[in-house]
């Protein structure tokens, strides 16, 4: 879950973190009003799900609350990257003297946490980091003794940092890791993290991923805006893991190694996949609804099914299709692989209900699919011809 | 890791999941000794003895490795109590784990010297032997006994890979399913240097897909191999930043694409097979 920049720093203000004043606005009239009442300059901040608003124009500094409003009306019902802009965060402009890096992040390859501090704030890290590495300290963090103060003070010196600093900025890291617990992220970010004029730390942008599968203990968080299409976005909804690709031969397949290695197979083979769709885990019983959203987009001019169960049933997958082809009655060809628990079962199933005979390799099947959906093609060109 | 027959103790006997795999795995050969559900201490599930706690069953019976059938939220307790009880083998089929549960699971698990296996992986299959976990070990059109030692990700990919094997009378020594998170326990490279000291096995088929690094990791310990590796990795048209399925399989910013890493092994000297057919053709031609 990716939360937007406003929402992340009500979460971490409310966990100690200094963050500008500020306010959401949903119209320009709101903005300007905010920009009157913070004073100043303000900056104008399109509230997406997303990383990089600066370079795409989602960010608007703004002299007095006039240009506020002129901003706000500007972003407010644009779009950036594949959002809307629904809304803008107004807050105040900081004094900056300096801005630093700061994040905790999960090292997926060392399997714990990871703080990442740098005097070089406000920039693209990955940047910073392959350019000149020594300005970035990486640290691991041991997840059951958690951050020490001692630990967070070593980090602080081996920075460049203005000694009088060493001190806020140690217990700023404490607070961060904290709060990188207590949300189960993914990440937390604060870049740039801004020393003020007066020597002040304030989290002027905050990148929070919250962990999907935490969601359940996390109250506070969410619910996230959806990316993607409409039918990714249906899918979702009916809690199917399911992307649309630009393809025409719609896969159904058991488990994400099996689907995946199946849309392989059907590049390898000069074919094109229409989606990636796993019917396994828990979703192995819901083959109907399956093939229903499988079948739901236009661009599918063939189905390859390829299944392998292991923990999977491949009957009751069997079943559940045979149900959806019953009432959905597709016109198009189909392509059938499958091996695995309960095959015997499924195969009859499948030879029964569609007098379709299951192909002994999946090589075969994948390549009788490719063929079918470029005959399907070439019949409507030739129909469109005739017309 | 499992080099010799384990005394297994089942977390979450009681469950209806838990409950179907221990029949099979008892039916199957699979040494189960205990099982544990608080509260449901002195039942007994398919003649196993149910305990409360996983030191009660320690105090009645050797137990060499715990598999957790518990749901994802209660996965991260369940295996500390295990860790911390002394089992020095934890597998966690469950998927849908929180990653900071994940994290400290493994953190107590070192801190042990205990092996975490998964979480969201399918379990372990010594064909011929015992199998802990929900792949059908059972089955003779996917498990045979044999000389190759098979590792994977996820179980489905793992299935159609052993499937091919046992139709080309081809076997495995064991089959280690891995899972599909973005971190896990028993790591690719653990599997190699497993595989590598079991006199049980001649070659390796390694099963990866897109997302992390654990493939190119393992790459690294391939060219001291004295055994070779045969290697598949799924998702090579996986789009970036999308999530194919497995929370781990993602390419983001340009890395962990499948690309990569069949670059990554086959600089190291393992055969790489571009579908999944290929991988028994490069076995023969070893």
Not at chain 1, 33 to 42: K, M, T
Not at chain 1, 341 to 348: F, I
Not at chain 1, 350 to 369: C, F, K, N, Q, S
Not at chain 2, 209 to 214: I, L, P
Request: net charge negative; with cysteine; aromatic share 4%.
């Amino acid at each position: 879950m990716f939360v937007e920049e406003h929402d992340a720093k009500q979460l971490i203000a409310t966990g100690g973190v200094p963050i500008p004043q500020g306010a959401i606005a949903v119209s320009a009239d709101q903005a300007y009003g905010i920009a009157d009442e913070v004073g100043g300059p303000v900056m104008v901040k399109a509230q997406v799900p997303s990383g990089k608003r600066g370079k795409g124009g989602g960010i608007v500094k703004s002299d007095n609350p006039a240009d506020a409003r002129e901003a706000a009306a500007r972003l407010l019902g644009s779009s950036l990257g594949q959002f809307a802009v629904d809304r803008v965060l107004v807050e105040a402009c900081a004094d900056i003297a300096h801005e630093l890096y700061v994040a905790v992040t999960i090292d997926s390859a060392a399997g714990g946490p990871l703080l990442m501090v740098s005097t070089q704030g406000g920039m693209d890290i990955e940047e910073v980091h392959a350019t000149t590495p020594d300005q970035v300290q990486m640290v691991p963090v041991d997840i059951r003794a958690g951050l020490g103060a001692g630990e967070a003070m070593d980090i602080v010196t081996a920075t460049d940092l203005d000694p009088s600093l060493r001190a806020p900025l140690a217990s700023f890291l404490l607070t961060l890791y904290g709060l990188f617990r207590r949300y189960d992220a993914q990440l937390l970010e604060i870049n740039p993290l801004a020393v003020t004029k007066t020597g002040e730390l304030v989290a002027l942008d905050a990148k929070l991923v919250v962990d999907d599968n935490a969601a359940f203990r996390q109250p506070d968080v969410g619910p996230e805006r959806h990316t993607g299409t409409a039918l990714e976005l249906e899918a979702k909804e009916q809690g199917f893991l399911y992307v649309e690709l630009d393809g025409d031969v719609g896969v159904l397949a058991n488990g994400a190694g099996l689907t995946m290695s199946t849309m392989d197979a059907i590049t390898a083979h000069g074919g094109s996949p229409a989606n990636f769709l796993e019917v396994g885990g828990m979703a192995y019983k819901r083959a109907t609804p399956a093939l229903a959203l499988v079948l739901k987009n236009p661009n599918v001019k063939s189905l390859l099914v390829n299944l392998c169960g292991a923990y999977a049933r491949t009957d009751v997958i069997a079943e559940g299709l045979i149900a959806g082809f019953e009432a959905l009655k597709p016109e198009m060809s189909v392509s059938f692989c499958i091996h695995g628990t309960g095959e015997e079962r499924a195969q009859q199933i499948v030879r029964d209900a569609l007098g379709i005979e299951p192909h002994e390799t999946m090589d075969a099947a994948v390549m009788e699919a490719i063929a079918m959906a470029a005959a399907a093609s070439a019949g409507e060109k030739g129909e469109g011809r005739r017309q | 890791m499992i080099s010799s027959k384990p005394q297994v103790l089942v977390q979450g006997i009681t469950g209806s999941e838990g409950t179907y795999w221990t029949e099979q795995m008892l039916s199957y050969g699979t040494t189960v000794v205990a099982g544990c559900t608080p509260g449901k201490g002195g039942q007994t599930v398919a003649g196993v003895p149910v305990y409360n706690t996983v030191a009660d069953a320690l105090d009645a019976h050797p137990i060499d490795l715990s598999v957790i059938f518990v749901p994802a939220r209660f996965a991260k307790d369940a295996a500390a109590e295990a860790i911390s009880a002394g089992v020095l083998t934890v597998i966690v089929l469950a998927e849908f784990v929180p990653v900071h549960d994940t994290m400290e699971m493994l953190a107590l698990a070192r801190a042990n010297a205990a092996n975490l296996i998964g979480p969201n992986c399918p379990g372990i299959v010594f064909p011929g032997r015992d199998f802990v976990g929900i792949m059908p070990g059972w089955s003779d059109r996917l498990f045979a006994p044999g000389r190759i030692g098979v590792v994977s990700r996820s179980g489905s990919l793992g299935a159609l890979i052993n499937l091919n094997l046992v139709s080309a009378g081809l076997g495995q020594s064991a089959f280690l399913g891995l899972g599909g998170d973005p971190i896990v326990g028993t790591t690719f490279r653990d599997a190699l240097e497993w595989f590598e000291s079991d006199p049980g096995t001649d070659a390796i088929v390694l099963l990866g897909e897109v997302g992390g690094s654990m493939e190119e990791a393992a790459a690294e310990f391939i060219p001291s191999m004295a055994k070779p590796v045969v290697a598949f990795i799924a998702g090579q048209n996986a789009p970036e930043g999308k999530k194919m399925g497995h929370a781990g399989a993602m390419v983001s910013g340009g890395k962990g694409t499948a690309a990569s890493k069949m670059q990554a092994l086959a600089a190291a000297g393992a055969h790489v097979a571009t579908v999944p057919s290929d991988v028994v053709a490069l076995l023969n031609h070893l």
